[in-house]
């Protein structure tokens, strides 16, 4: 297969990083380092050949990046997210991208919005409460606080770009400094008054859904729950797939959004947000649910003998390091699970694309106490094994050599991160 992706116009190595998304109306609401431009996932479909209607499918969804550009272009979407969070923001994305939201019902709730003088224990859990105190200035919390009680005056549909703007705002508000990823309660920064930050985002939201118009004959669905799902019962109807699963030892995505899972109840404690999302999740931290760690040999079942054979030396050898290491991270646990849990969603990505479908996907490699894990070269096998081929992977560049080569031993290598790509056969 030859892809003719990103001629002049679009620079190869930037179009699958998210560096352009704020650029991008609806994208510019929310978007995540670990995304991918807009203009890739428009590069993927142009290349298939697509035509209105057709349905691309991304099962790990994140903030929507993939679904939200493939209905602008005219495309259907279809696409699974485990985090209730991301899946909210991801929601409100997509019904904005089909012209079926009404913003101005939205603002006119929050622009009358003022500060919950009740008892704050009544709305938040101990946890919570402990957690999001830290966050915010006393009059921001309260302010937040009486956003979260006036939701129910939004209409059912509206509730995602209500949570996302208030979403927004509260990330605008927090005095905890963050590097863009996680937040918590150790580093401090300016936070803006709640009121700017409802204008700016006023703006911006309103400003983008003026030209959209309603495009009824187009289906969108974000199924909240772990891709695992995938081809359950489904059809083999999507034409595309796009998609960047977790990488090995990269983002906790329950970490990064606790601030949020607490704010908007999704999860009262640290072992809810365990229970209820990481379980949800495919294990890529020593965060993972110890169950699911401790079954880690189970999940070797799943991968083909080549594979097994491959990861065994290195779950061997990370077991070992683990006892001489600070820290004592259990990273052998997550290999096995790791791998085995994308295979099984690749597998459901083959059964619901159609015959000759094209697939993209982006991921990046690991080290683990010094010790490289090839997740693209594996990947690309994976695909294979899944029924994909004519595949090509193609380095997009190297990432954390700096972080890496200070802190970490014999990572003298920088880590790769990768456009892998095929058919399915
Ligand atoms: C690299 S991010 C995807 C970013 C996305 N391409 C975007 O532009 O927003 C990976 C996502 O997979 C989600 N995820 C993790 N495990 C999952 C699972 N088993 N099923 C579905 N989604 C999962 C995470 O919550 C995270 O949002």
């Not at 994208?27 to 209607?53: M, T």
């Not at 904005?96 to 919950?116: C, H, M, N, Q």
């Not at 693209?376 to 081929?389: N, P, T």
Request: contains cysteine; aromatic residues 10%; proline residues 5%.
């Amino acid at each position: 297969m030859q892809l003719a992706l990103f001629p002049e116009k679009i620079d190869r190595k930037v179009a699958p990083t998210n560096l352009r998304s704020n650029r991008h109306p609806i994208h510019r609401w929310a978007n995540f380092i670990a995304g991918y431009s807009p203009e890739f996932v428009s590069e993927c479909a142009r290349d298939a050949g697509l035509n209105r209607g057709d349905v691309v499918l991304d099962p790990f969804a994140g903030l929507g990046t993939t679904l939200t550009q493939a209905l602008l272009d005219g495309f259907s979407a279809v696409g699974y997210e485990a985090n209730p969070f991301f899946h909210e923001l991801a929601t409100a994305k997509i019904h904005a991208a089909t012209g079926r939201i009404s913003p101005g019902d939205v603002f006119a709730v929050l622009e009358s919005t003022s500060e919950y003088g009740g008892n704050l224990s009544d709305i938040f859990s101990e946890d919570a409460l402990k957690f999001l105190k830290k966050m915010f200035a006393n009059d921001d919390f309260r302010m937040l606080a009486g956003a979260r009680r006036a939701e129910n005056l939004v209409s059912e549909a509206d509730r995602p770009l209500f949570r996302l703007v208030v979403s927004r705002i509260m990330e605008a508000v927090c005095l905890s400094q963050t590097d863009g990823v996680y937040k918590a309660p150790t580093t401090r920064k300016a936070g803006k008054p709640f009121k700017v930050a409802l204008v700016e985002l006023r703006r911006d939201v309103l400003t983008d859904c003026q030209d959209i118009l309603p495009k009824p004959d187009l289906t969108a669905e974000l199924v909240l729950g772990p891709a695992s799902q995938l081809g359950k019962g489904r059809p083999s109807t999507a034409s595309l797939c796009i998609t960047s699963p977790p990488y090995l030892n990269n983002f906790d995505y329950a970490e990064m959004t606790r601030m949020e899972l607490y704010f908007w109840g999704y999860a009262r404690s640290w072992s809810e947000i365990t229970e209820r999302v990481r379980s949800q999740m495919i294990v890529n931290t020593t965060t993972a649910p110890s169950d699911l760690k401790r079954q880690h040999l189970k999940f070797a079942t799943k991968l083909p003998e080549g594979e097994r054979e491959f990861l065994a030396p290195i779950v061997a050898q990370l077991r070992e390091r683990r006892d001489q290491k600070a820290g004592k991270k259990d990273y052998f646990a997550l290999v096995y699970p790791y791998f085995a849990q994308l295979l099984e969603v690749l597998q459901g990505c083959h059964r619901v694309l159609k015959s000759e479908s094209p697939i993209h996907v982006i991921i990046g490699d690991s080290y683990l106490y010094g010790i490289h894990i090839p997740a693209g070269d594996i990947c690309r096998r994976l695909l294979e094994v899944a029924g994909f081929d004519s595949l090509q992977q193609v380095l997009l560049r190297t990432r954390g050599e700096r972080w890496i080569l200070a802190k970490r031993e014999g990572a003298g290598t920088p880590i790769g991160e990768y456009h892998i790509y095929g058919r399915r056969n």
